[in-house]
């Protein structure tokens, strides 16, 4: 029996044998644990001696009186799969096992595999080939509705139909019997808008009266779909949650690997060497596994391959282990090395993906957490996580996704990947990605023009001499903040601007320390003395804000550099003169304004992630990677950005990393070439 989208699948009801062969026709058979297109039994399950605590606390749980949903949710390699293989094996063994039904993303182009179009189908198929008088019942339920088996039949109404009725009809047979478990593995590979419906049907089916006795054990990836059906669901009090996430596994690692070295080693005849778990080579191997059993069964299928004939630079056993150990190895050939690449992409779930995401991150300006790396890339690389954790062996990412994801030795990954056509695009990802960031951010226009324009006015005020230290130790009270103390302040000002011969020395105490600006203030300086922008860009806003800059007195420059600088939020907003009073009066109404101004600029620039500092810092260097941009879309949005948001990223750069981080990005973006 064939199904389409355009025809309705209707079960031939001629027979009970008809009916049977129409029920087989659509089972998921590769769904089944046990088919034989997975592969070796022996290679699926856990190893003798591992996952002892968690397969025991399943077992356990099994044998509670009331109908239980366990849900065992572990991140991508945890062993899920694993240990669900184990399970159902064993309660095959035990004839406890109702069912099976295996989701498998890498197999999506095979119908069912991600859906849920023959999920009750398959179920009902094998329970009605279980030995308890189970095939009737299930036959008798599609003769009364032929179209059950239609895939665009409510999930509920199948389940009722081929799962409910049924088992209520075994009351007599099977209740008798130990508890049957169904087992589902990888339900976040389930097509995402109908995890819910799966979760809330299978709840719905251990509350079923008149039904034997039946368990449901589930695996998945920690996904908030998951977790937010359960809690709409309400059947806390039937569900046990194990975390794999929270399981010290490390002793089972180490087991894996002296297991799989000792077999390594016999069959290339070699001397085998006495393994402890403790093993240097052991313990290194575990730790390359990152904490996942997937990772660690690909390293273990790689020591066990063998070298083509037409091999240039063919492998011995101690180089494969000593390439697992450090990819960087400068004893191996670079050939050894871009081979083991290949090797632990091509095991990954998509291999396209991996290269895809593999060269985003090595082409990072500095390292980001897995966490600010999500957001920064957006919706679209919803996959980076598992795909990433499943190149553990070159890159590390950590449990805690607040931690930076870190790569092992960049240099040779950046060789290998030039050869891929995925390393061209990812810094123009990279690019598009940071300024959708900053445009989502920057919500309010920039009002660092405007507030610039009223300081010029400040350079035709004349200072009256006895005054001038004064006015300036307000302006300096007014928006440095503490520790900084009237003393440095007035020093500093002495270091940066009178020693030139241009101002009126500061009274300052002799026991006064300078701060640590003049750097600062130096380089900032020759940044905006040298800073040319071309010809096309001078009516933009930002590039006006520099030709006023420019323009301005070194005095004020310096003025507005301090108080970008030192406008924390923390200063005291209380205006004091040198000698203790409260009077305002000497500091320009501009002044204030423009001090006030920056104060709440930085105030929300507190709130900057580090997601948004690294789109600030490094758009630019991204852009740069390629001399002409040559994605239509980065190119449109790149346009619209300069025109709309380029001032406010100025002014928010300009208080994270300063004007002379400010013009250096402009420079670099002034050479891209994004026009048509």
């Not at 670079?334 to 779930?349: G, K, P």
Request: proline residues 6%; aromatic residues 8%; charged residues 25%.
């Amino acid at each position: 029996m064939k199904y389409s989208a355009a025809r309705t699948v209707v079960a031939d009801t001629t027979s009970a044998e008809k009916i049977f062969e129409s029920l087989s026709a659509v089972v998921v058979h590769r769904a089944l644990y046990d088919c034989p297109e997975w592969g070796p039994r022996h290679k699926l399950e856990c190893l003798d001696g591992t996952c002892t605590r968690i397969l025991e606390e399943i077992e356990t749980t099994l044998q509670a009186s009331n109908s239980t949903l366990i849900w065992l949710s572990g991140s991508p390699g945890t062993g899920k799969s694993a240990i669900a293989h184990t399970i159902a094996s064993r309660l095959k063994t035990k004839s406890k096992l109702a069912g099976t039904f295996f989701f498998r993303r890498q197999h999506k182009d095979i119908p069912g595999m991600t859906s849920l179009d023959f999920f009750a189908p398959t179920l009902a198929y094998q329970i009605s080939k279980s030995k308890h008088l189970a095939k009737d019942p299930v036959v008798h339920s599609i003769r009364s509705d032929p179209a059950i088996l239609d895939p665009r039949k409510p999930l509920a109404d199948q389940i009722q139909e081929l799962l409910v009725k049924p088992l209520q009809n075994l009351q007599v047979s099977w209740g008798h019997l130990e508890p049957k478990v169904l087992v589902i593995d990888a339900i976040d590979a389930c097509e995402e808008g109908r995890i819910y419906e799966l979760i809330s049907c299978l709840s719905n089916l251990l509350q079923q009266p008149r039904i034997p006795h039946l368990h449901i054990v589930i695996t998945g990836r920690p996904l908030h779909t998951i977790d937010d059906a359960f809690e709409a669901i309400g059947c806390e009090e039937s569900m046990h949650r194990i975390t794999l996430d929270d399981v010290d596994a490390a002793e089972d690692f180490r087991l894996l690997f002296k297991h799989a070295l000792e077999k390594s080693y016999r069959i290339h005849g070699l001397e085998r060497p006495e393994l402890e778990s403790d093993d240097e080579t052991i313990v290194c191997l575990a730790d390359r596994a990152n904490g996942r059993f997937g990772t660690a069964s690909m390293m273990m299928k790689f020591l066990e391959t063998h070298d083509d004939d037409d091999d240039e630079v063919p492998y011995d056993l101690d180089e494969k282990i000593n390439l697992m150990k450090d990819p960087g190895d400068a004893y191996l050939h670079s050939t050894q090395i871009f081979r083991f690449y290949e090797f632990v992409i091509n095991s990954s779930e998509n291999p396209t993906r991996a290269y895809r995401h593999l060269s985003t991150v090595v082409n990072l300006a500095e390292p980001l957490a897995i966490l600010h790396l999500r957001k920064l890339l957006g919706s679209s690389e919803s996959d980076l996580s598992s795909i990433l954790v499943s190149l553990s062996p070159i890159v590390s990412v950590p449990a805690d996704d607040s931690c930076p994801v870190k790569v092992t030795h960049k240099e040779s990954l950046c060789k290998f990947l030039s050869r891929h056509s995925s390393s061209s695009c990812a810094s123009q990802l990279l690019a598009q990605s940071s300024l959708r960031t900053m445009k989502s951010s920057f919500l309010r226009p920039s009002g660092l023009k405007d507030e610039l324009q009223r300081m010029v006015p400040l350079t035709k005020i004349p200072i009256p001499g006895p005054q001038s230290d004064n006015i300036l130790m307000v302006f300096l009270e007014f928006c440095l903040a503490p520790p900084c103390n009237k003393a440095i302040y007035g020093a500093a000002w002495y270091r940066e601007y009178t020693q030139s011969g241009t101002g009126t020395p500061c009274c300052a105490p002799p026991s006064a320390k300078l701060c640590n600006m003049s750097e600062d203030i130096s380089k900032a300086q020759s940044a905006l003395k040298e800073f040319q922008a071309k010809p096309e860009f001078r009516d933009l806003h930002v590039f006006e804000v520099l030709s006023t800059l420019q323009a301005l007195p070194k005095m004020l420059i310096i003025v507005i550099l301090l108080a970008i600088r030192h406008a924390h939020p923390s200063a005291s907003h209380i205006v004091n003169s040198i000698d203790g009073s409260d009077d305002e009066s000497n500091m320009p109404p501009a002044l204030k304004h423009f001090i006030r101004y920056v104060r709440e600029g930085s105030e929300r620039n507190l709130s900057s992630s580090p997601t948004l500092k690294h789109a600030c810092q490094y758009w630019g260097w991204y852009l740069s990677q390629d001399s002409t941009v040559v994605d239509e879309r980065l190119r449109t949005f790149l346009r619209a950005f300069w025109r709309d948001k380029l001032l406010s990223w100025f002014e928010r750069q300009w208080y994270l990393k300063g004007l002379e981080s400010c013009i250096a990005i402009l420079d670099i973006a002034q050479t891209i070439d994004f026009n048509e």
